[in-house]
């Protein structure tokens, strides 16, 4: 073994070498085994969702105004449509000057007239800043009257409480204004109605889209 000087060193690094293999084939085992286990989830319930779907086969059906609708109806703002939906019975609209008052020539929307704060309106599904003043009641609303009909694609009205998925305020339900973005052209609306004929009041809307 004297005339060998290096078998030693040799045999030592095989022997090196083939125990770490064989240490190694246990982990990669385990890792495939771990890979190819099943993985337990919990179950999750979800009270709202954002996904779309069709509004019948939502849980709270939803009622659409399109713009087809809405040039029959001949309506000037987005007021005269939510006037006409069946489930509207406590909206209001301010018009003319009424003695000064803040609250003149706005509109909220009061679904089953359950307070004008209690109904949630969106543009787009995004929420609305309130107006710059209040209700007589005191309640704070959005004032649908600044949202030019012109541009407005269609009204969906989720007929039913929504406190859930969007907070307290849709406790009556929700309105959401769908913009028109896919327009070209130019459209020019124009309407001019008489309010008080013994003072001579009249409301004047215009809007424009292009």
């Not at 090196?16 to 890979?35: E, R």
């Not at 109904?119 to 209040?134: E, F, I, W």
Request: glycine share 10%.
């Amino acid at each position: 073994m004297s005339n060998w000087p290096g078998f030693k060193k040799k045999s030592l690094v095989l022997m090196i070498g083939v125990v770490s293999g064989a240490t190694c084939l246990p982990v990669m085992a385990q890792s495939q085994n771990s890979q190819n286990s099943e993985v337990e989830v919990e179950e999750v319930i979800v009270t709202g969702s954002y996904l779309r779907g069709s509004p019948l086969d939502a849980p709270s059906p939803v009622t659409t105004v399109d713009r087809t609708s809405i040039e029959a109806q001949g309506a000037a703002q987005v007021w005269d449509v939510i006037k006409n939906l069946e489930i509207n019975s406590g909206s209001f609209t301010n018009e003319g000057a009424g003695e000064g008052q803040a609250l003149s020539g706005t509109a909220n929307v009061n679904l089953r007239n359950l307070g004008e704060n209690s109904t949630l309106t969106l543009v787009n599904g995004k929420r609305q800043v309130s107006a710059a003043t209040v209700t007589r009641s005191g309640g704070e609303f959005v004032d649908i009257n600044t949202i030019p009909l012109v541009m407005v694609e269609r009204v969906e009205v989720l007929t039913d409480g929504c406190s859930a998925l969007y907070g307290s305020d849709a406790v009556a339900g929700v309105v959401n204004v769908i913009m028109r973005t896919e327009f070209e052209g130019l459209e020019i609306y124009g309407d001019v109605q008489a309010l008080d004929s013994a003072t001579n009041r009249q409301d004047r809307t215009g809007s424009a889209i292009w």
